[in-house]
């Protein structure tokens, strides 16, 4: 499919790779991440939200496709309070938790619940008054805690400093995770993003996915898809990668589709509805 990419316009590129899709939506998936795919990134975590424009579409393509989901590193309920949409999926949490359309409360990874308590306890113990002074913050997210340093006065000191929590982390028995100017301590679990699609996606008549995304994260939904088509799962699946100054080179190069930050996703959107 990249050569094909290569050699012709964009506007058609976008037609012809959505084409599986397009033509059977009742047997097509369009799963897509939220922070900085869907969402702009912001400063501050907690800000973050769908513009208006990206919403609406999204609202007609979960009338017009079989199964449409949101799967995010962020908790699954905060994750539909961002989408402010209840009518599709969410996997929250890199793949732990599973938030159907209309349930009050995610299913969550059976592995995962017992940890909860050990996760919460350790991120109060190592937010000392230091890493407050350097603007670290601090996100609950139940089964894995977050400390972001996006916005910090001084990024590169607190990104530095941050990597004292990653040691004591990692001498308890954690497993550390490095994102994008934020390090998550999670449980010593099998946790990302393609075990959430995997679960997703059981069961359910579809015949070709799309994935969108732009971080190293996503390259576990990548492979998720790729596998479930090597499989016969599925007959197709088309990986895209949202392109900015931040995206990991190594998911660009892993994606048939490259597109320019979200207003390319508004572009890809907007593509899916039209006939």
Not at 184 to 208: F, M, S
Not at 221 to 237: K, N, V, W
Request: with cysteine; aromatic share 4%; charged share 25%.
């Amino acid at each position: 499919m990249r050569a094909i990419l290569e050699v012709v316009c964009p506007a058609a590129a976008l037609a012809q790779a959505l084409d599986s899709l397009r033509s059977d939506p009742a047997h097509a998936a369009v799963l897509l991440d939220i922070d900085g795919t869907l969402a702009p990134i912001v400063r501050h975590a907690e800000d973050a939200h769908v513009p208006e424009a990206t919403r609406s579409l999204l609202i007609e393509i979960a009338r017009r496709y079989r199964l449409v989901g949101c799967v995010s590193g962020r908790r699954a309920t905060t994750a539909r309070r961002i989408v402010a949409l209840g009518s599709i999926s969410y996997v929250g949490n890199h793949g732990g938790e599973l938030l159907r359309p209309g349930a009050s409360a995610p299913q969550i990874q059976p592995e995962l619940a017992g940890w909860s308590e050990r996760i919460q306890r350790f991120a109060t113990s190592v937010l000392t008054p230091e890493y407050e002074r350097l603007r670290v913050r601090s996100e609950d997210k139940q089964t894995i805690a977050a400390f972001h340093w996006r916005g910090a006065p001084d990024e590169e000191a607190a990104a530095r400093a941050v990597k004292g929590i990653a040691s004591a982390a990692e001498a308890e028995g954690f497993v550390v995770h490095w994102g994008r100017k934020v390090l998550e301590i999670r449980p010593p679990v099998a946790l990302h993003k393609g075990l959430g699609i995997r679960a997703l996606l059981a069961d359910q008549p579809v015949h070709a996915a799309l994935y969108v995304g732009d971080d190293s994260t996503d390259l576990d939904a990548f492979e998720a898809l790729r596998s479930l088509t090597a499989d016969g799962a599925l007959r197709s699946a088309l990986c895209v990668a949202v392109v900015s100054r931040e995206t990991p080179p190594e998911l660009a190069a892993q994606a048939d589709l490259t597109i320019d930050d979200t207003s390319g996703v508004r572009e890809l959107l907007q593509a899916l509805l039209e006939p």
